[in-house]
């Protein structure tokens, strides 16, 4: 082989590369709607014979969504992060999350639930939860 068809070869399979990694970096990006379906009856809390209703906000990757109402986003690679606080007894008992998603790619259409007697607390139809951190806890001592 000659040295010019080498160098040839060499700046194709560089090139190629070059290719490859920005299509990592970039990901397939669209766009979903999200609808908050979340009702006063999913956040009550029973302790001691009696039910307690949280203040609760949520957030699709850092945009509010407010109950009952929809939010049209773009998402990349089809992963979201949704956070919920809650506070109970004005900020007595408080705490955030953060939960992962990884979106079905075929829905363009989700709905976000809520379950204190699920482990990830927060449902997304058409998706899988992949994570969830605690950001914050706060109970009296």
Known sequence: MNKGR?????????????????RTIIGTQRTIT???QI??????????FKTFYP??????NNKPLLPGKSLRMPVTNNQLDIR???SFANGMYK???VTQFKLNPKSSE??????WGNKWRLQLDQATPISTKRLYTKNPS
């Not at 040839?8 to 090139?15: A, E, I, P, R, T």
């Not at 203040?55 to 699709?60: R, T, V």
């Not at 989700?110 to 379950?115: C, G, L, M, P």
């Open 6 to 22: 080498l160098i040839g070869v060499w700046l194709l399979f560089f090139s190629f590369s070059i290719i490859g990694t920005q």
């Open 34 to 36: 999200i609808h908050n």
């Open 39 to 48: 009702t006063k009856q999913m956040l009550g809390y029973r302790k001691f």
């Open 55 to 60: 203040s609760f906000k949520l957030s699709i």
């Open 84 to 86: 919920y606080d809650y």
């Open 95 to 97: 705490g955030g999350k």
């Open 110 to 115: 989700h709905a976000v639930t809520f379950s």
